[in-house]
């Protein structure tokens, strides 16, 4: 692995962090809005109004653990990172990296979630994340972080308020230093790109093309109130007997289906 301090790693890796300018990109009271939901609720949404494969796209294809179910969702900024806890050549510039590494978080607005991407995987024998590490993030606007490496102190990380999908827990942390940050990383099967939408809950995540953007907060909104409407309730009724359930449920499925159509001219799940 090339060490950070390589010219043409610098190149890439000082280069400007900014998300451009984009009227058409979620806000941050948008962010707020998306968070009511939960991850599968915003993949209703946005399969309404991608060009992409809905089969294969935008979200995590290997299983993630969420270790702090009970905060619920995360919504952010993706803000990149690679480690190699096991390679000891990254430590010779430690504190340089460090420095730099976190003059890039602060550059970009918040939220943000910073991405990591563990190149020793699936071996993953040391942690970027701690008690230390979490708070130092969360002080620089980070609400969380999706790793496909380890972390450890959890109830610390936990009372920080720094959520965590990560592959697994570990007790050390190695020799571990950003490597790499702000360039595309893969995690979970899943490229992520510095400046993404992410929204990632205990069902795993989705790093939203910013291309499905505009409109992804109007089609949550009517995918779950079109649920809500028709299928839901249909599900829910009481004292009725199983044909006129299944009779209710084939008609609600339609009327769904409908309301997907006249909206998006797509007919959605139902």
Same mark, same amino acid.
């Given at each position: 692995?090339?060490? +950070?301090?390589?010219?043409?790693?610098?190149?890439?890796?000082?280069?400007?962090?900014?998300?451009?300018?984009?009227?058409?990109?979620?806000?941050?009271?948008?962010?707020?809005?998306?968070? #009511?939901?939960?991850? /599968?609720?915003?993949?209703?949404?946005? %399969?309404?109004?991608?060009?992409?494969?809905?089969?294969?796209?935008?979200?995590?294809?290997? %299983?993630?653990?969420?270790?702090?179910?009970?905060?619920? /969702?995360?919504?952010? *900024?993706?803000?990149?990172?690679?480690?190699?806890? !096991?390679?000891?050549?990254?430590? #010779?510039?430690?504190?340089?990296?460090?420095?730099?590494?976190? %003059?890039?978080?602060?550059?970009?607005?918040?939220?943000?979630?910073?991405?990591?991407?563990?190149?020793?995987?699936?071996?993953? $024998?040391?942690?970027?994340?701690? %008690?230390?590490?979490?708070?130092?993030? *969360?002080?620089? =606007?980070?609400?969380?972080?999706?790793?496909?490496?380890? $972390?450890?102190?959890? &109830?610390?990380?936990?009372?920080?308020? +720094?959520? @965590?999908?990560?592959?697994?827990?570990?007790?050390?942390?190695?020799?571990?230093?950003?490597?790499?940050?702000?360039?595309?990383?893969?995690? +979970?099967? #899943?490229?992520?790109? /510095? =400046?993404?939408? $992410?929204?990632? &809950?205990?069902?795993?995540?989705?790093?939203?093309?910013?291309?499905?953007?505009?409109?992804?907060?109007?089609?949550?909104?009517?995918?779950?109130?079109?649920?809500?409407?028709?299928?839901?309730?249909?599900?829910?009724?009481?004292?009725?007997?199983?044909?006129?359930?299944?009779?209710?449920?084939?008609?609600?499925?339609? @009327?769904?289906?409908? @309301?997907?159509?006249?909206?998006?001219? *797509? *007919? !959605?799940?139902?």
């Amino acid at each position: 692995m090339t060490d +950070f301090m390589d010219s043409s790693l610098r190149q890439e890796t000082l280069a400007d962090p900014r998300p451009q300018e984009n009227a058409s990109r979620i806000t941050h009271r948008e962010m707020l809005q998306l968070k #009511r939901w939960n991850t /599968p609720t915003i993949y209703n949404g946005w %399969e309404q109004i991608t060009h992409a494969d809905i089969a294969a796209d935008a979200f995590n294809l290997e %299983e993630t653990c969420d270790f702090m179910p009970w905060m619920g /969702p995360m919504v952010g *900024r993706a803000v990149t990172v690679m480690i190699e806890p !096991g390679n000891t050549a990254h430590t #010779r510039n430690a504190a340089v990296a460090w420095r730099e590494y976190r %003059e890039y978080l602060a550059s970009v607005p918040g939220p943000k979630i910073v991405v990591v991407q563990d190149l020793e995987k699936p071996r993953t $024998i040391g942690s970027f994340w701690g %008690e230390v590490n979490s708070n130092a993030h *969360r002080a620089l =606007g980070c609400v969380g972080t999706i790793t496909d490496g380890a $972390i450890r102190d959890l &109830d610390e990380m936990a009372n920080a308020g +720094f959520k @965590a999908l990560a592959r697994r827990l570990c007790v050390g942390h190695a020799h571990v230093t950003p490597v790499r940050w702000n360039v595309p990383v893969e995690v +979970f099967g #899943r490229t992520v790109r /510095p =400046g993404q939408l $992410i929204h990632a &809950d205990k069902h795993g995540f989705m790093a939203v093309p910013e291309e499905d953007e505009p409109g992804l907060l109007d089609a949550v909104l009517f995918m779950d109130a079109n649920e809500c409407k028709t299928v839901i309730p249909a599900a829910r009724e009481s004292g009725r007997s199983f044909e006129a359930i299944i009779q209710d449920l084939a008609k609600a499925g339609q @009327a769904f289906s409908q @309301a997907a159509q006249d909206k998006f001219n *797509r *007919r !959605g799940e139902w």
